[in-house]
């Protein structure tokens, strides 16, 4: 989280950006192929669970890694607007599950890297519209309580009880990371850098920040260049969540744990 806001404070904008339709799609198929991979590599004990099961957990993971209920919660903290931040979150929940329900299904058709970029891509193409549908259904319930919508209170650099809120609530995104590392940690080959490598870059993936930085950058700010700092804040920030939980989790969690791979 001190990642975020370092580079903030040291000048780093945050990044508002409105890509087309299509670079949307492509940054929906790399969080996609992410979650693919986490379910493949937790291996047979995931693979053959039944797809409410596997569902559940990719929405556990997508919902938490993306920081679904903590970006409601910081909403009202901000705002005051508690009410209009709890309406807020039916959105991405339903769109965190539709994606997780497609991940969950597609993930018995994957078989090689082939399988698994155009598995990735016609998820993305379904989510993508079904998000669409799902927006349109929900913007008259939007629209009716539009009046408990409130202007932010707090603007950076924010005051203590605002940065306290941000730091507790981003629990949410490492438990989502540690879950991603229980599952696939025994799974992976390689020395322990690997590990953390290909920890950090799941995590990132699967919060989406590494489609954005690739394909929105160049529909943030007024150039290419400051488009991939504003991202790019963010692909730090998710790199350093996933290697620091792969190495609490090797030095305090592995032992625990089921020597096999997979959800026992």
């Not at 969080?31 to 937790?42: D, H, Y």
């Not at 339903?94 to 969950?104: K, M, N, Q, T």
């Not at 504003?230 to 190495?247: I, R």
């Given at each position: 989280m001190s990642v975020h806001v370092g580079l903030l404070a040291a000048g780093a904008p945050f990044p508002l950006s409105k890509p087309p339709s299509w670079v949307q799609w492509l940054n929906e198929a790399f969080?996609?192929?992410?979650?693919?991979?986490?379910?493949?590599?937790?291996g047979p004990a995931m693979v053959d669970r039944r797809?409410?099961?596997?569902?559940?957990?990719?929405?556990?993971?997508?919902a938490a890694i993306q920081e679904t209920l903590r970006v409601g919660i910081m909403n009202g903290v901000v705002t005051g607007g508690w009410a209009y931040s709890a309406i807020g979150?039916?959105?991405?929940?339903?769109?965190?599950?539709?994606?997780?329900?497609?991940?969950?299904?597609?993930?018995?058709?994957?078989?090689?890297?082939?399988?698994?970029i155009m598995s990735a891509l016609v998820i993305a193409v379904i989510s993508t519209v079904a998000r669409k549908f799902v927006a349109y259904a929900l913007e008259p319930l939007v629209q009716?309580?539009?009046?408990?919508?409130?202007?932010?209170?707090?603007?950076?650099?924010?005051?203590?009880?605002?940065t306290v809120a941000a730091y507790l609530t981003f629990a949410e995104a490492v438990a989502g990371a540690t879950l991603v590392t229980m599952l696939i940690w025994d799974a992976l080959p390689g020395s322990k850098p690997v590990r953390l490598l290909v920890i950090a870059s799941l995590v990132a993936l699967i919060k989406?920040?590494?489609?954005?930085?690739?394909?929105?950058?160049?529909?943030?700010?007024e150039t290419l260049l400051l488009g991939v700092a504003?991202?790019?804040?963010?692909?730090?920030?998710?790199?350093?969540?996933?290697?620091?939980?792969?190495?609490a989790w090797d030095a305090f969690g592995r032992q625990h744990a089921p020597k096999t791979a997979g959800v026992q």
């Open positions: 969080i996609a192929s992410g979650l693919l991979i986490v379910l493949k590599l937790a797809v409410a099961a596997r569902t559940a957990v990719a929405f556990l993971i997508l979150l039916i959105r991405p929940f339903i769109r965190a599950l539709i994606l997780s329900f497609l991940c969950a299904v597609a993930i018995r058709w994957v078989r090689s890297v082939i399988s698994l009716h309580f539009a009046w408990l919508a409130r202007p932010d209170l707090y603007a950076f650099p924010y005051p203590i009880h605002v989406g920040v590494v489609g954005s930085t690739l394909l929105y950058s160049a529909f943030t700010g504003s991202w790019g804040q963010f692909v730090l920030e998710f790199l350093t969540l996933g290697a620091l939980t792969g190495l």
